[in-house]
């Protein structure tokens, strides 16, 4: 029963890991004001009749801190990454001169800066909520094994446990929110 027991906690684990790496790759694509080839890290674009990842079709590069270039290793793929940009909603405008796609990255205003906050704290809540959901399947695995016979001086350690695995995880989403936060308001 122990055993059991053992591998719901790091299924659960896991669970919680997984909801922050989550976090962490949905954060990257929140834009901050500064260029970041990582905001195109969910873009792809319809080169030969299958949808690829710009990054898999293109280097991109940062040549300042408000410029990303996009140098394709196909010219074909240009037009193909310039139109898979513009209709991803974020809000770019990019310039082709045959070679290279280069982006400005624009001033966020104050408006959109809070919008972005707003975002980055609904992504850190349903981080949680998956956090959440995690401790709520391993306090029930616990509750049944005392149910079926476990020592319930040990559920009780183990619903201890569980608790502090649920403080922690929750506490690295906050953290991270906080971070994101901390960078997108900052001008």
């Not at 834009?31 to 990842?53: E, L, N, Q, W």
């Not at 001169?97 to 349903?126: H, Q, W």
């Not at 001086?153 to 403080?167: I, P, R, S, Y």
């Amino acid at each position: 029963m122990q055993e059991e027991l053992d591998l719901y906690i790091e299924t659960g684990k896991e669970s919680m890991g997984d909801a922050l790496e989550r976090l962490g790759r949905e954060l990257t694509k929140v834009r901050t004001g500064k260029a970041s080839p990582s905001i195109f890290s969910g873009v792809s674009a319809d080169y030969y009749g299958v949808k690829t990842p710009i990054s898999q079709m293109a280097n991109i590069t940062t040549a300042d801190a408000r410029t990303l270039m996009i140098t394709p290793w196909d010219k074909n793929a240009l037009a193909p990454i310039e139109t898979a940009i513009i209709n991803s909603n974020l809000g770019l405008n990019p310039q082709n001169d045959g070679e290279i796609i280069r982006i400005n990255i624009p001033i966020l205003t104050e408006e959109r800066r809070k919008e972005m906050v707003k975002r980055v704290r609904a992504l850190s809540e349903d981080a949680k909520v998956s956090i959440r959901n995690a401790r709520r399947e391993m306090m029930d695995a616990v509750k049944k094994a005392v149910k079926d016979g476990y020592p319930e001086d040990a559920g009780k350690d183990m619903e201890q446990e569980v608790q502090n695995l649920t403080n922690e995880y929750t506490g690295r989403a906050d953290k991270a929110a906080d971070e994101k936060e901390k960078d997108i308001m900052t001008v």
